[in-house]
Nanobody, 112 residues
Framework: QVRLVESGGGLVQPGGSLRLSCAVS??????MGWSRQAPEKQRELVAS???????NYADSVKGRFTISRDAANTTIYLQMSRLRPEDTAVYYC????????WGQGTQVTVSS
């Protein structure tokens, strides 16, 4: 059974940091992504990773977010720094490129 479980979301002040984790079980994906969905906005792919360290980022988060994975390929991380109010959204991890499997999401709220 494939499961993707996100954790690490919460409330943080502007300029702060959070690290999201995605626990992966039931598969060994080569490519994974983090996307976010804010109210009344289109879902946005913010970061993706292929293999060990080939990464891509949306322009909106480049230089502030870092995607990575552990050596066992069981956890995908999204380190988020210098957070802004516009980063507020539900963040999802998912397989790529087909997007067959998605986690349940974790809420990130950036507010003072």
């Amino acid at each position: 059974q494939v499961r993707l479980v996100e954790s690490g979301g919460g409330l943080v002040q502007p300029g702060g940091s959070l690290r999201l984790s995605c626990a992966v079980s039931g598969l060994n994906p080569y490519s994974m992504g983090w996307s976010r969905q804010a109210p009344e906005k289109q879902r946005e792919l913010v970061a993706s990773i292929e293999g060990r360290d080939s990464t891509n980022y949306a322009d909106s988060v480049k230089g502030r977010f870092t995607i990575s994975r552990d050596a066992a390929n069981t956890t995908i991380y999204l380190q988020m720094s210098r957070l802004r109010p516009e980063d507020t959204a539900v963040y999802y991890c998912h397989t790529r490129p087909s997007g067959t499997y998605w986690g349940q999401g974790t809420q990130v709220t950036v507010s003072s």
